[in-house]
C-alpha cells in the first residue's frame, strides 16, 4: 500500500534478536554454575573424611579446675625455681579410665577416646619443625608438621583406619609416635616409616627431643571437607581440655546421650559437657555449601522466569503493532508460512554460531505461532 509507514517490526526484530542472545548467555551461565555447584556439593558428599560419623556421639570436655587436673607446684633449686605438674592424684587419665568403666554398663557401648582435637571444629593445632633421618636440613625451608595428643583408644572410638603397624597403647613411652599418610608421603615416600625415629623442635634448626614411628593411620580432613590433611604425627597424651568420642553400635546415638550425660555427672558433676551426634556436626560443615547451592539454583529458576517473561512481553508488543498489516494480508489471501533462517557465517565462533542459532531458532518460532494466532483472530 502507498503511503503507508514502513513496520517497526523488522528492527524489533534484529533488537529482539541480540537480546535473546544475550539472555541466553546469561541464563546458560546461571544454569551452568548451578550445576558446577552442584556437582561440588556432590563430589564433598562422596569425600572420604578418613573417620567413621555414624553411631558416634562427641562433646568438649574441660577438666581444668576440677579433680581430675593435675596440681601444680613449684620446685625451688640452688639456681631457680620453675613449675612442675604434681600427678600423684587424679589425672585426665583416671578421668577417662573412670568415665570408660562406666559407659561399658550401658547397651550398645564400644569405645571411647579422647582427642586434643576433633575434625571440623575451629581449634588450633601444634606446630613442629622435624628433621628427618638422611634428609638433610634446609634452614631456609624447614619442615613443618602438625602434632595431635590423643588417648590410645581414640582411634578405635572415631575409627580412623589403620594403615600399617599399630597404633599407640598405655604402655608406649611419650617418645612413640604414630603418623598419617601425608607425613609418609612428605618426608619418607620411599622408605619404610616403622621404626624410624625424627627429631622435632619449636625452633628452626633446634631439635630438643626424638619421635619413634611405630605405625601410620589414614589421613583426617580435620579443617574442611575441601582440604587434604597435612603431614601431622599422633603422640599419647591425656589432655586436660580436648574432645571425647563415644563410639556405638547403634545406627542412632541419640537416645544414648542422657545415659552418656548421666555418667559424665557421675564420674565429676563440676565438668559441663553438650553431647552431639558426629553426624550433626557433618551436617553443619555441609550446610554452607548447602546454601549456596539453594541460592543458585534460585537464581537460575528466576532469571528462567523473568527471560521468559521479558521475552513474551517483547514480541507481544511486535505483533501487536503489526495486527493492522496482519489483517490487510490475510484479508488479500496471504498465508502465515516460517521465516526461512540462514546459517551463520563459518568464520564466527562455535559458540557463537551456536547461541546464533539457538536465537533464532527461538525467534522463528515464536514468530510462526504468533502469526498463526494472529490469522486465526483476523480470519473472516
Known sequence: MRGAQPSP?????????FDLKVVLVAIGTLVTSAGWLVRSYANLTETD?????????????????????????????????????????????????????????????????????????????????????????????????????????????????????????????????????????????????????????????????????????????????????????????????????????????????????????AVDPGVPVTIEPIEQVMSIELARHRLGLRLMTLFAAVSLVLAAIGIHGVVSHGTSLRATEFAVRIAVGAKPAPRARQRPPPTRQPCEAAWSKVAGGVEGQLEHCLARRMSARFRL
Request: glycine share 6%.
Open 9 to 17: 517490526f523488522p528492527r524489533l526484530l534484529d533488537g529482539v534478536k
Open 49 to 265: 573424611p578418613g573417620f567413621v560419623p555414624e553411631s558416634r556421639l562427641v562433646f568438649q570436655t574441660a577438666l581444668v579446675g576440677s579433680s581430675y587436673t593435675p596440681i601444680t607446684k613449684i620446685v625451688t633449686t640452688p639456681d631457680t625455681r620453675y613449675l612442675v605438674d604434681d600427678r600423684s592424684g587424679d589425672t585426665p587419665e583416671t578421668w577417662v579410665r573412670d568415665l570408660t568403666s562406666r559407659l561399658e554398663e550401658l547397651d550398645g557401648f564400644r569405645a571411647v577416646g579422647l582427642g586434643g582435637m576433633m575434625p571440623f571444629r575451629p581449634e588450633a593445632p601444634g606446630v613442629q619443625y622435624v628433621s628427618l633421618p638422611g634428609a638433610s636440613y634446609d634452614p631456609d625451608a624447614p619442615d613443618l608438621t602438625l602434632f595431635r595428643f590423643v588417648s590410645p583408644d581414640f582411634f578405635e572410638a572415631i575409627s580412623i583406619r589403620l594403615l600399617a603397624s599399630r597404633t599407640l597403647t598405655n604402655d608406649d613411652p611419650r617418645t612413640t609416635v604414630v603418623v598419617n599418610e601425608a607425613f609418609v608421603c612428605a618426608h619418607l615416600p620411599d622408605r619404610d616409616p616403622i621404626g624410624l625415629s625424627f627429631a622435632v623442635g619449636f625452633e628452626p634448626g633446634e631439635f630438643t627431643s626424638d619421635r619413634t614411628i611405630v605405625g601410620v593411620v589414614a589421613d583426617v580432613r580435620y579443617r574442611s571437607l575441601r582440604e587434604p590433611d597435612p603431614p601431622a604425627f599422633y603422640s599419647l597424651m591425656y589432655v586436660a581440655n580436648g574432645f571425647v568420642v563415644v563410639s556405638t553400635s547403634l545406627s542412632d546415638p541419640t537416645p544414648l546421650i542422657p545415659a552418656v550425660r548421666a555418667a559424665v555427672n
